[in-house]
């Protein structure tokens, strides 16, 4: 038996009216206007060669290269912002980002976001824990444009996502070697060099190589480098007279500060101020000081971690795309995609309220997280020497390590033929296999002065029994984490679809159907808790659970069916108006037992197999799909975030001077969020008290801190950028 969740159908009727003005000494460029109606999108579209804007009968964003430096994202999910209807919360920085979508729920990640390069999907589930698709790409001067299309004919082709998908398009050679070369300072300490060169090969064929590298200190500077590192694109494209041959590659390595919550004063219901001694414009808890550490719950004896390396990206990319035109009304389109690499976060997580280091040794119970020692008996220390105050503010944070090492590769093959005039039908085939293999260690709380560029403590004290119990480590550890796991999952996509273009005089009609089948299956090891040093004198590993050598596994099987159909008119060249409904299925585990409610779990112990079963709530089932491989759902707590500048193009060299907005505060009737403790450009905390990520989830929560949102300061960095366009030969 088959369970299946239908989303409603979804009808969305547009007009597109345009009105186009030119300077008269600025000469229309049109090979560069691509953001235009007459501009071709090729996403969302069945057969080769696309249609134009004005025609296609769905919700499609277009930006060029010039556009897109116009839009100055501070990163690849805040260029989602030019989109209607979308809403990316980038705050924590460069990665991690939660991008919500008008129409479709909320509460974190981006589930129905796909990121594409050259039409492939990057990988084969748009979400998972620790990960979403925009943190492995990034934007630079290799880009030509990107295409970002609002539901319609995205359920059918290539990945199948219901809600948005943005794809990205390289910059090729041409016949006319041509290129720039851009420089960026910044007063954060950010240094940026970006580069692009295009050439011809020889006959038919073209080369290309680009990209950039960057290091900057961060708005809220950590004591090391915030932002570091840099990718290189190259692409080799053969043209024929029937079809056209594109190769790329792409190795991205950088390390991104994931910038989490500082503590901010709230007096009622709207009064809002600094923490003492707490910049709301720079502060940040990073420091030197807990830079590096080694973290003694991980998964197999432990680790080293440093913050510097953030939440970055290590990953390679090879694709290649092949358009032909066969002849009498027969083409094909094949576009092929293989990456893999390391996504990795270190970063500091919400931990307990903050307090004095009195009330934290003494009076605060332990449900609150307190120490609860006895009277007078604790000694407290900075790591490096000095006693600490009683009267100095302190907090706890998780010091979080993820380690995630994914692998994807995935091909989309389509046939099509012109039936006859003005119509064609494409068969297609999408076919996605993808691997990810975790190590985490959550919830290591660190001792710490609450401060910007903090200072762990240590703290011992003296039991009934006269003996000396280290309450935390050398580091300043409270505990060796509560979640240290070890995850493995693969899954296969396989997709046919059929889809049907039809021209009648002004009207362009298309309808499309899918059929797809997912197979995954993810393994996490069970966990028991351990006394690591065997003293019970050392608080903090007393009892850290870690694995025990058996798995909880879930094994996931199930197909279904998509559709869309769409109708466009056009008017005028200048006009036109749109159509369209379609429906996405969201799978749910297939029952295997009356009493047993999609899904089984199992434990291997050795050789026995233990199983056991277990009820799955039916609104945790509709997601499964996109959290299938990640099933520790922790909470999100990225907060501000300073961003690179962008680089506007110039016919001659160019120097400017900017300022650069960090935070963007949501206008009257801007997409609500929902579902985050996270409002725009601040994290909003009580007095003396950090609201738990949990308790900020609460939809009552939002809704009253919601209009706080407006007082939120903006905060600015001063950029400088001078780029030196070229073309034809360079000597």
Known sequence: MISKKFLPAALAVAVIPTVQAQNADQPAIRDTDESGLETIVVTGVAAAGGVKKLEASYNIVTANEAEIRRANPKSTADLLKISPGM?????????????EIAGFPGGGDAPYYTTQLMGSPLYGMPTLSFFETSSIFRLDDTIRSTEILQGGPSVVFAGGQMGATSNFLLKTGKETPEGSVGLTYGDENLMRADAFYGFPIGESWFGSIGGFWRTSDGVRDPEFAADEGGQITATLKHEADSGQFTLYARYLDDKNQFITPIPVIQRGTSDFSEYPGFDAQTGTYYSKDIQKVFLGGYPNGGTNADLANGRGAQMFFVGANYDQDLGNGWSIVDKFLVNGGDVDTNALFSGPNPATLEDELYNIPTNLNGFELPPGSATATFVGGGAVAP???????????????????????????????????????????????????????????????TRPITVSYVNGAAQTVQFTDAQGFVNYGGFNITEKGHAFNQAVYLSDSWRLDKWLVDASVRWEKQQASNRVCNLSNVNQDGDPLTNYDNAVPVCNGTFAITDYDEDFTSWTVGANYSFTDHMSAYGRVNRRTLPRLRQRHPRQHHGQHRSHAGGEELRSRIQVPERAAVRRRQRLLARFHRPRVPADHGGRSAHRPAPVLRLRVEGRELHRRPDAGQFPFRGRGQLPGRRIHGLRRLLPVHQCRHRQWLRTHRRRAAAAPAQAALHAHAQLPFRGTVG
Not at 87 to 99: L, V, Y
Not at 409 to 421: P, T, V, W
């Open 87 to 99: 809403w990316p919360e980038s705050s924590g920085g460069q990665t991690g980002a939660n991008i």
């Open 391 to 453: 009267d100095q503010d302190v907090i706890q944070q998780g010091w979080w390590f993820i380690h995630k090492e994914l692998q994807n590769i995935n091909n989309d093959f389509r046939l099509s033929k012109e039936i006859f005039d003005g119509n064609t039908l494409t068969a297609g085939v999408y076919l996605a296999y993808y691997e990810m293999d975790d190590e985490w260690s959550l919830g290591s709380l660190m001792f710490m002065a609450n401060e910007p560029n």
